[in-house]
């Protein structure tokens, strides 16, 4: 009689029943677009910027008492004063309005912030209004204008042409409603002294009838 036993065999595991895995839960749906708060800066809601700061001062102005006038700003100039608690900042601009029919305004205004130096420059402008005489949509003749050092020359254009101009003086062609003129600056690059080389250079145009009136008296 034999000692040994023989091994159990261990029984077979049981199946084990598999549930079917649960279904992800929908994920919600995006916010609309339209219903997101608007941010302060210009973003968010639809994704649109709000309006450019730069540019809001070439626009028309209409303030009802007149006719409508555009508004440059030619040059802003930052001035710094040393203190003792440090450097404080001043403002002056330059600017230019018209009404694109003839009659333009150069003002310079000084402040602590820009707005205010912009304001008091615009102020400036509007009250010293001055009429050019133009021929359609160009200038009657040539033409050079002499301020302190600056020395601008413009001279009338065909059509199509264009405005060939920048700085002080494409402000102030723009203004005064000119859009087929070529110039050149020939003397000094201060915005001040171009701007108004460039205005006294207009304010010396003649049409043919001047000259007539001339020749008779």
């Known amino acids: 009689m034999s000692n040994e036993t023989a091994p159990i065999s261990d029984p077979a595991p049981a199946a084990v029943a598999t549930a079917p895995a649960a279904a992800p839960a929908a994920a919600p749906s995006p916010e609309p677009r339209s219903n997101r708060p ?5 973003f968010g809601g639809g994704g649109m910027r709000g309006p450019r700061r730069d540019t809001r001062r070439d626009q028309p102005q209409n303030t009802g008492d007149g006719p409508q006038m ?3 700003v030619v040059f802003i100039n930052r001035c710094a004063k040393v203190v003792k608690g440090g450097r404080r900042f001043s403002f002056a601009a330059l600017t230019v309005v018209g009404d694109q029919k003839g009659n333009i305004g150069v ?3 000084k402040a602590n912030e820009v707005p205010d130096a912009i304001k008091k420059s615009t102020e400036h402008a509007k009250k010293k209004l001055m009429h050019v005489k133009l021929k359609g949509d160009t200038i009657p003749h040539d ?14 254009a065909s059509p199509g042409t264009g405005l060939i101009a920048g700085g002080g ?5 723009e203004a005064a409603g000119i859009k087929n003129v070529l110039t050149k600056s020939m003397g000094s690059n201060n915005h001040i002294a171009v701007v108004n080389a460039t205005v006294n250079a207009l304010l010396q145009l003649k049409l043919a ?8 008296a």
Do not use: C, N, S
Request: no cysteine; aromatic share 8%.
């Open 143 to 156: 033409v050079t204008g002499h301020f302190d050092g600056g020395v601008v020359l413009l001279k009338p």
């Open 38 to 42: 608007q941010r302060r800066d210009g």
């Open 107 to 109: 003002g310079y205004g």
């Open 70 to 72: 555009i508004e440059k």
């Open 169 to 173: 003086v494409r402000a102030v062609l």
């Open 209 to 216: 009838e001047d000259f007539a009136k001339m020749r008779r």
